[in-house]
């Protein structure tokens, strides 16, 4: 216990000023996130931009794919919640998944494990290939259900933050790992909150119904 404690001190003190904005962004972006506020975006492009180079810096390089990903999906995403096709409403409601969504969901996510994690053991020096590859697969279909507004992206980030936390830790990135604790918290959150906007939709939904 006392060498974890030693290794979070000294990882917080050799922490650089880029990663303390990018953690600082990361964490405002899931909180916005959670609250369904569009500033998600911004905010987060802020972040998985520095998050590129830093995982170039630090040799997770599916890590690096994964946050350039996540810079074309935020710009998706952001069009999308504003974009509506009720033009009453300001942004897009939280849905589920059909089953058609959820195959194709699966399918992204071993797609992305099947080429991620042969890229990385074949033709990187990468020492955690699985891993890597195990988070940015989960981390994938994450910010593709988020910029479509899916419930179920939630269950993808929280199982991509709790492989993340070792994994960063491992690599010396210690304030990067307990964000991902504190994002690990957030998903769990940002789970509850969605799930209640949808049922208030759908309860609102069927009142409508009925007085019509």
């Known amino acids: 216990m006392e060498h974890i404690i030693e290794g979070i001190i000294n990882g917080i003190l050799q922490t650089t000023l880029l990663e303390w904005i990018a953690v600082a962004t990361g964490l405002t972006s899931v909180w916005f996130s959670m609250k369904e506020n569009i500033w998600v975006y911004p905010t987060g492009i802020v972040s998985v931009l520095i998050y590129v180079y830093l ?67 074949n033709f990187t020096d990468s020492d955690v290939a699985f891993w890597d590859a195990t988070t940015t697969s989960f981390a ?34 210690v304030l990067t790992s307990f964000q991902f604790l504190i994002f690990t918290i957030l998903a769990f959150a940002g789970y509850i909150a969605w799930r209640n906007s949808l049922k208030e939709r759908e309860e609102a939904e069927e009142n409508w119904a009925v007085v019509g």
Request: hydrophobic share 50%; no cysteine; aromatic share 22%.
């Open 55 to 121: 995982a170039f810096e630090y040799k997770l390089y599916a890590d690096m794919g994964v946050n350039f990903y996540y810079f074309v999906m935020s710009v998706y995403g952001w069009y999308y919640w504003i974009h509506p096709k009720d033009k009453s409403q300001a942004q897009v409601p939280v849905t589920v998944n059909s089953r058609n969504e959820n195959f194709f969901t699966i399918g992204l996510m071993l797609v992305s494990f099947g080429i991620l994690y042969f890229g990385l053991s």
């Open 140 to 173: 994938i279909a994450g910010m593709y259900l988020m910029a479509r507004k899916k419930l179920e992206n939630w269950i993808a980030w929280i199982i991509t933050d709790l492989i993340s936390i070792p994994l960063y830790f491992y690599k010396g990135l």
